[in-house]
């Protein structure tokens, strides 16, 4: 006879799951009655989707204005403030692809126009282990949120270790000169606002996977406005943008408010990670991996 088995006590091995260990807690960041990004099926959800989706579509931008809980904002700008001493001076001349100077071009090729970039970055690997900024990256309901308003697939979270969610600091008269991203999507949560200026400026699809368009970016170097657009955030705004084919800056601050801003990056290749020089250029230096996969991206643009 087979042994009795008491089923009252038997419990069955837990089967694999693909929640994280941790849980999230999303409520610590968002106000899920304004914005129920976990739920599927609600209707606000999907009039935001929709309208993230339209603005992308039109602009390469779209702006969710009080997104982030302000006090989130606040437990952000604590931490920022710890780690402010380690962000990275930073003092260089830049060219919109962050590439070395190209003697062999025209004097006026946009290539070889370079600005000094005097904004800093407090880099990724720098988060602490209890950040809420590395917690909000790291929510899957988030990301699912995101890929949702980009409409363009299965986005993933960077592989950069530099460049995937750093804060982005201006400090008085600070400068962040005009360039593309390496990577196709920044999601930005402004922490704090400058007392004047430090306004984004874009010039939606610049260029795209097939053309440069140095003439028009020349233009716009030279400073033609006519296609550009400018967004203030304030503090707990979203800004949802496609980077890699809308050139952008940042206007300088003024004022004693040091601007701060949190950069979740996202992408549709999660094995890239910044050409070695963007990653010297931008975050202070390059690491192993950014030597290891660098290998041909499937545009052939400049970055
Ligand atoms: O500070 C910002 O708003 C934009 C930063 C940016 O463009 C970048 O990190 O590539
Ligand atoms: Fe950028």
């Not at 830049?94 to 590439?99: D, E, G, Q, S």
């Not at 904004?119 to 949120?145: G, T």
């Not at 979270?157 to 804060?167: E, S």
Request: with cysteine; proline share 8%; aromatic share 10%.
């Amino acid at each position: 006879m087979s042994e009795l088995v008491n089923f009252d006590s038997y419990r069955a091995p837990a089967p694999p799951t693909a929640f994280s260990a941790a849980e999230i807690r999303l409520e610590d960041f968002i106000d899920l009655d304004e914005f129920p990004i976990h739920d599927l099926a609600s209707p606000k959800r999907q009039s935001l989707v929709d309208q993230c989706r339209a603005d992308l579509e039109a602009f390469g931008c779209s702006h969710v204005p009080r997104f982030i809980k302000e006090s989130a904002i606040q437990a952000m700008l604590e931490e920022a403030n710890r780690l402010m001493k380690d962000a990275r001076p930073a003092d260089d001349f830049v060219n919109p692809y962050l590439t070395p100077d190209d003697p062999s071009l025209p004097d006026d090729h946009p290539k070889r126009f370079f600005e000094n970039r005097t904004s800093a970055f407090i880099n990724s690997d720098l988060l602490e282990s209890h950040s809420l900024l590395r917690k909000i990256y790291d929510s899957d309901v988030v990301v699912h949120f995101v890929a949702d308003c980009l409409n363009n697939g299965p986005v993933y979270r960077w592989a950069d270790p530099l460049g995937r969610c750093p804060y982005s600091v201006m400090r008085t008269g600070d400068y962040f000169p005009w360039h593309y991203d390496g990577n196709e999507f920044t999601v930005s949560i402004l922490v704090q606002a400058a007392e004047k200026g430090g306004d984004f400026e874009y010039v939606p699809n610049l260029r795209t996977p097939h053309s440069e368009n140095f003439d028009a970016v020349s233009k716009v170097l030279q400073g033609d406005r006519e296609r550009l657009r400018v967004l203030k955030l304030k503090e707990g705004d979203l800004q949802l943008f496609k980077g890699r084919y809308s050139m952008h800056r940042v206007t300088p601050t003024e004022g004693p408010v040091t601007r701060i801003i949190a950069l979740p990056t996202y992408v549709t290749n999660p094995y890239l990670v910044n050409r070695p020089h963007h990653a010297k250029a931008f975050y202070g230096r390059a690491e192993p991996i950014h030597h290891e996969r660098e290998m041909d991206r499937s545009d052939k643009l400049t970055d």
